[in-house]
């Protein structure tokens, strides 16, 4: 008889010796016997990382005991922890890696991690793999199940945002010693082909602007942060009406919503600003979220980016538009529209928040646009 394996964390004392205690029954004293075993949650030096190294622990205990295990066995090596996670299948492996992650990345990428562990799952379950240990799973059957993912209809950017999570969690497998060589190792992204950013046509946009504007206002103005400050779904369901200065015609893009993690501003256009203005948005709490419920402000989070996509798509349906043009594609064609008025890729770099001119001509070149301006327009003759 024992008692459950219990997390010992001192009210998350980081200066304190964790543990994880049980009580067992001990028939020649005829009473129950305290146990205490820390194996590697001490070496971690955030209360996140604790939590998650305690829990596993814990449970791995939990899982030993029900197994049949007795203390008069001898308790696991504390400087050892695989006597403990060897019964971990590959699987609650990378739960237990996510739910460390989770200190150190954005909740949207935490919620990425989380959709490729629950693919992966689900091939390792349709291929009779639920239960293989994390030392099990070979180059060989990598390669295999990104196979299965491009058979489905994975593009290059998803294969490729696909291997380097992967990559990295198993990474993390390496780096506790739960196995030596990681088995995604040599497998090459996916050459992405240059052109897959395709914006609106003139038409399009007018056509499209017209219905959402009459019918859906407040996706409307969603769109429109896209269109001209070039801002992704996740960045503008983050913003927050103190985030928008009308006065400096600029918007703060926070560190927590920013993909490359750094605290910038982007310019508002002269067309934009006069449609802000007309909204009235002081009139709201500084701290109310731009796009709440039904995309109206509000005080808390309520919108997910897939949404606003599947909302924004029954419009394109409507209007027949094809279905290579996504919601992006209102970014796209800000940008068309920007350089064809201001030639300026330097201008386009700031906007786009780019690191270097090298990525924004890139992405010029993959929208058609020509950065060579004055040889396009030199007048020479033969």
């Known amino acids: 008889m024992y008692s459950k394996p219990k997390l010992y964390h001192f009210k998350y004392n980081l200066n304190k010796k964790w543990f994880v205690g049980f009580r067992y029954y001990d028939n020649e004293l005829n009473a129950y016997k305290q146990y205490q075993l820390r194996g590697d949650i001490n070496k971690f030096s955030t209360k996140a990382e604790r939590i998650a190294e305690g829990n596993a622990l814990k449970s791995a205990l939990s899982d030993l005991l029900q197994l049949g295990w007795t203390p008069s066995k001898g308790l696991p090596e504390s400087s050892d922890d695989k006597k403990i996670s060897s019964n971990k299948t590959l699987i609650e492996s990378l739960k237990y890696l996510i739910e460390i992650r989770k200190s150190h990345v954005k909740p949207e990428s935490t919620r990425t991690y989380i959709d490729v562990q629950k693919v992966f799952e689900g091939w390792l379950k349709s291929e009779g793999l639920l239960n293989i240990k994390p030392d099990q799973f070979t180059n060989e059957l990598a390669r295999k199940y990104l196979d299965s993912r491009l058979a489905s209809g994975y593009g290059a950017s998803t294969h490729n945002k696909h291997l380097s999570m992967l990559i990295t969690l198993f990474n993390l497998l390496i780096e506790r010693k739960h196995i030596t060589e990681n088995p995604f190792k040599g497998i090459k992204p996916l050459r992405r082909d240059i052109g897959k950013n395709i914006a609106f046509t003139t038409t399009e ?54 993909k490359n993690r750094k605290q910038e501003a982007v310019s508002i256009p002269k067309e934009f600003l006069v449609f802000l203005k007309s909204l009235n948005l002081e009139k709201y709490p500084h701290g109310f979220y731009v796009f709440s419920r039904n995309l109206l402000p509000g005080e808390t989070k309520r919108m997910k980016a897939d949404a606003i ?35 300026d890729p330097y201008a386009l770099m700031r906007q786009l928040r780019h690191y270097d001119l090298a990525t924004t001509m890139i992405y010029l070149k993959s929208l058609g646009l020509s950065s060579n301006t004055p040889v396009l327009e030199a007048d020479i003759k033969i």
């Open 205 to 258: 946009r007018t056509a499209l602007a017209k219905k959402l504007k009459a019918e859906n206002p407040q996706l409307f103005l969603f769109v429109q942060f896209m269109y001209y400050c070039y801002l992704r779904r996740t960045e503008i369901l983050n913003l927050k009406i103190h985030d928008i200065s009308l006065a400096s015609r600029t918007i703060l893009i926070t560190y927590g919503s920013a």
């Open 309 to 343: 996509t599947h909302m924004h798509k029954e419009f394109l349906k409507a209007l027949k538009i094809d279905s290579s043009k996504t919601l992006y594609s209102w970014k796209h064609s800000g940008v068309v529209e920007l350089y064809k008025e201001i030639k």
